[in-house]
């Protein structure tokens, strides 16, 4: 079992623990798709909130490579992939009565993602 | 999960009110909690999926009403008994012992 050491205390509590990986996985998507989010409703940990889900979103921003944290969260593994910033407007997400101008990012792995054709 | 830890969209709790000039820790033990969840995670006994799972797998009415450090806490007691790091018996004999309540 790995012991903390006092070199690693200020990298930790620096970074909280990225779980950034460098592994060369190929991206789902490319900056400028349209995605649309799966409607996933899994009973074990995920970074997908609910209001996210099943609606339609542009990818801004290309993260890089990370541990998924669907299966890390039950030992089920790393499943290196990429994550976006992927930009809803707030229409799209709480419908109408939101104002026409806002817009909300979400950090979302390549698993929570369907490509718009 | 679709837990009540997933508040975005939800109404009716309230204003965020900012704590102007706001402590790191506002109490002592919330130092201790801290500094206790960087060894155990520096020391592989979770990783930071299973800690942010464990504090969605608590109770609905404790998730709500306990403190952002009473959710860390809640977390490493439940991942330390799961992994075997403490026993059950042991942490409610120790909490037992902190309360006053028995030797």
């Known amino acids: 079992m790995p012991v903390i050491t006092k070199d690693l205390v200020p990298v ?34 995920t970074r997908l909130p609910r209001y996210a889900r099943g609606k339609r979103g542009i990818v801004e921003i290309d993260h890089g490579v990370f541990v998924f944290p669907d299966t890390s ?3 089920q593994g790393e499943k290196p ?10 229409r799209e997400l709480w419908g109408p009565g939101a104002a026409e101008r806002d817009t909300l990012r979400l950090d979302l792995w390549d698993d929570y993602l369907d490509l718009v054709v | 999960m679709n837990g009540v ?28 909690v801290f500094g206790v969840m960087m060894a ?4 592989g006994h979770y990783n930071v999926d299973q800690f942010r799972h464990a504090i969605e797998r608590m109770g609905a009415t404790e998730y709500l009403s306990e403190s952002y450090y009473e959710h860390w806490l809640a977390s490493m007691e439940t991942l330390l ?20 309540k028995a030797g």
């Open chain 1, 12 to 45: 930790l509590v620096n970074t909280g623990g990225s779980t950034r990986v460098d592994k060369a996985v190929a991206p789902r998507f490319r900056v400028g798709d349209h995605v649309l989010v799966r409607n996933i409703n899994p009973a074990h940990h």
């Open chain 2, 81 to 100: 008994v799961e992994n075997g790091a403490i026993g059950k018996d042991e942490l409610a004999a120790r909490q037992a012992k902190l309360a006053g």
């Open chain 2, 40 to 43: 155990a995670f520096g020391g």
């Open chain 1, 81 to 90: 992939q990429h994550v976006y910033s992927v930009r809803f407007t707030a």
């Open chain 2, 5 to 32: 830890h997933d508040l975005g969209g939800m109404h009716g709790f309230g204003p965020i009110n900012p704590e102007p000039n706001e402590p790191v820790f506002h109490h002592e033990w919330e130092r201790r």
């Open chain 1, 73 to 75: 969260a039950q030992h």
